[in-house]
């Protein structure tokens, strides 16, 4: 079965091509201005396929899987734009695009938000009036789900667990960063919110902060509504701290003895241990902490950071085999941890494909 993975933004268009589990190719087309004539061109490059699974960044709480594409979920994709405005639309757009190239075509929607629609309700309410809940959707929704499903399904074939007997720490760590709980193979927490503003230090994304922060800049400082959106988005994070989004050259400045890239380093790896603290309390029990994503598969430096003096939770990283590197899963503590530690290439793309053709094949 030829499986084509859409993944449409507001200005690029990533694909990969699916023969079975196989990545056969991929690519991407950045600027995009028009998203119909681009996927015709992808389509018209690759020639036929027997189903299309687009990424879609939100699912609100109607979606807890992935599900075929018809009217019914166009709509609700369209009417959760406003949750998502940077990402439904442009995903939208993907979709309607195949579906006006080619109408017959099985499309499958496969959404980051899914994953984590089994948090529970203590775990996703914040403690704002309760109106805000029901009148405005206002909850914890969580993102990078297909990431921790893909890597919970990857874990639980390399520690030989089942899923349902599955306690896990996930870390997704790239330019967008978060954490997942996950007991008994399914998401209890995580650490992205109403937005993927909330949790970790990011790029250039701030995660958590005191929200009376955003009161005072308005009220005290006169910024208004639209500076502070991308002051918290696009200025903040790693890149607000030592002038850099990106762990390569953060990495190469502390080396060089750079104080402000040495303190953002602390500040991420700091925010991430304490997440992994409270999250091991949630879970109760722990079988392994994982680590994905640009960071979390390439960098020992952050691993290490995060993981060092943790022998209170029974925690212990092997420096050696942290410094392996494979796009195999692979382990990285010590014989007398009581805790396993994975490391693991994340493949979202891969995932899609696997819902996809699991949906499109029993339709
Ligand atoms: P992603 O969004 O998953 O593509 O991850 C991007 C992030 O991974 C950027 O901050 C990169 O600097 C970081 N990254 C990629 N390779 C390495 C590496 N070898 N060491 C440290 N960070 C890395």
């Given at each position: 079965m030829k499986i084509l993975v859409l993944n449409s933004g507001?200005?690029?268009?990533?694909?990969?091509?699916?023969?079975?589990?196989?990545?056969?190719?991929?690519?991407?087309?950045?600027?995009?201005?028009?998203?119909?004539?681009?996927?015709?061109?992808?389509?018209?490059?690759?020639?036929?396929?027997?189903?299309?699974?687009?990424?879609v960044v939100h699912g609100g709480e109607k979606y807890k899987n992935s599900v075929i594409i018809d009217s019914d979920a166009i709509e609700t994709i369209r009417d959760l734009i406003s949750l998502a405005p940077l990402h439904n639309g442009a995903n939208l757009a993907g979709i309607e695009a195949v579906a006006k190239l080619y109408p017959d075509i099985t499309q499958v929607a496969v959404f980051d938000t899914s994953f984590h629609q089994s948090i529970p309700d203590f775990a996703y309410t914040y403690a704002i009036p309760i109106s805000f809940y029901e009148?405005?959707?206002?909850?914890?929704?969580?993102?990078?789900?297909?990431?921790?499903?893909?890597?919970?399904?990857?874990?639980?074939?390399?520690?030989?667990?089942?899923?349902?007997?599955?306690?896990?720490?996930?870390?997704?760590?790239?330019?967008?960063?978060?954490?997942?709980?996950?007991?008994?193979?399914?998401?209890?927490?995580?650490?992205?919110?109403f937005t993927p503003l909330e949790g970790l230090v990011m790029g250039s994304r701030c995660g958590d902060i005191d929200p009376q922060i955003l009161i005072y800049l308005a009220k005290q400082k006169g910024l208004s509504v639209d500076e502070i959106d991308k002051i918290l988005n696009k200025e903040s994070g790693l890149k607000g701290i030592c002038g850099s989004s990106d762990m390569r050259d953060i990495e190469a400045k502390a080396q060089n003895g750079d104080k402000l890239a040495l303190l953002a380093l602390d500040i991420f790896a700091y925010r991430a241990k304490k997440y992994l603290g409270s999250y091991a309390v949630?879970?109760?029990?722990?079988?392994?902490?994982?680590?994905?994503?640009?960071?979390?598969?390439?960098?020992?430096?952050?691993?290490?950071?995060?993981?060092?003096?943790?022998?209170?939770?029974?925690?212990?990283?092997?420096?050696?085999?942290?410094?392996?590197?494979?796009?195999?899963?692979?382990?990285?503590?010590?014989?007398?941890?009581?805790?396993?530690?994975?490391?693991?290439?994340?493949?979202?793309?891969k995932e899609i494909a696997k819902q996809t053709m699991r949906l499109a094949g029993d339709n």
């Open positions: 507001s200005s690029s268009v990533k694909y990969a091509l699916f023969e079975d589990d196989k990545q056969i190719s991929n690519g991407l087309v950045e600027r995009v201005e028009d998203h119909l004539a681009t996927i015709k061109e992808i389509l018209g490059n690759i020639g036929k396929v027997d189903a299309v699974g687009h990424r009148q405005h959707k206002i909850r914890k929704y969580g993102f990078h789900g297909t990431s921790h499903k893909y890597i919970t399904n990857e874990a639980g074939k390399f520690l030989n667990i089942a899923e349902q007997n599955l306690n896990l720490i996930t870390f997704h760590l790239g330019n967008g960063d978060s954490v997942c709980a996950v007991k008994n193979g399914k998401s209890f927490d995580t650490s992205m919110g949630a879970l109760g029990r722990v079988d392994g902490i994982v680590f994905a994503g640009g960071i979390g598969e390439n960098s020992p430096l952050i691993r290490m950071k995060i993981l060092q003096d943790l022998e209170i939770l029974g925690i212990e990283i092997d420096e050696q085999k942290n410094q392996v590197r494979s796009r195999e899963p692979f382990e990285i503590n010590t014989e007398n941890s009581k805790i396993k530690i994975l490391v693991i290439h994340t493949d979202e793309e």
